[in-house]
């Protein structure tokens, strides 16, 4: 399946240097053009982890109730979510449908020939020539690992709640940041270029959509609850 996905990219690819004549603006548009797809879905797992995050309280309370009941706490539990309008497995469809599309990416811009980028060795290398302060992008490009070691780190802060970043947390923002610093060293610059982008993609989506999103889905639940509870009162 991740061939097939990466094949398709690949003429998508293929396309874009078509038009612009550059290895890595391609890199850089397609990069952009991925992400822009796979927006819908991010906003979908956003929904679903702010209103998981508003009724873990409540999920909390129930399972200390019923802790020497796990079948009652697991049948209360689903009520909750039942009322609430929740599926906890529609937070995890997003990332489940994005794991063979990022494999597909990782397989297309280390193989970009074999996949249909390019239609042989010396279109490639033809295309594969200096881009920026970059020889080539085949060879692993210090600068770019270090840009891409920066922007995961940048990314995992603003991405991860101040209120959640406890020792664990902060373990993973570096661990994080460490493997992308890692990986650019001994990966093409080519597929560091994809990792860079796509992180400064998703810091510009967290803080123009994702960020306000998050707040306005916040302040609606909690509109609703508090008009539930004024009902409840009055009656």
Request: charged share 15%; net charge positive; glycine share 8%.
């Amino acid at each position: 399946m991740t061939q097939l996905i990466g094949k398709f990219f690949g003429q998508i690819l293929s396309a874009i240097y078509g038009f612009t004549g550059s290895y890595g603006i391609a890199i850089i548009l397609f990069t952009f053009l991925v992400k822009l797809c796979l927006t819908p879905l991010t906003i979908k797992q956003t929904k679903s982890t702010v209103a998981m995050q508003e009724i873990s309280p409540r999920v909390e309370e129930i399972k200390e109730k019923y802790k020497n009941n796990p079948e009652k706490q697991n049948q209360e539990i689903m009520n909750l979510y039942k009322t609430a309008n929740i599926n906890p497995m529609s937070g995890c469809l997003p990332l489940l449908i994005q794991f063979p599309i990022l494999i597909g990416l990782f397989n297309l811009l280390r193989d970009p020939v074999g996949l249909g980028a390019f239609a042989n060795q010396a279109a490639f290398e033809t295309a594969n020539g200096a881009f920026l302060w970059m020889a080539n992008l085949t060879s692993p490009d210090y600068i770019l690992a270090i840009l891409s070691g920066a922007s995961a780190f940048i990314m995992q802060k603003i991405m991860t709640p101040s209120d959640q970043l406890n020792g664990q947390m902060k373990m993973m923002t570096y661990v994080m940041a460490g493997m992308s610093l890692y990986w650019g060293f001994i990966f093409p610059a080519g597929l560091t270029l994809y990792w860079t982008v796509s992180n400064i993609f998703a810091i510009l989506q967290q803080l123009i959509v994702t960020k306000p999103l998050k707040a306005k889905l916040e302040a609606d639940i909690k509109g609703a609850s508090g008009n539930g509870k004024n009902t409840k009162s009055k009656k």
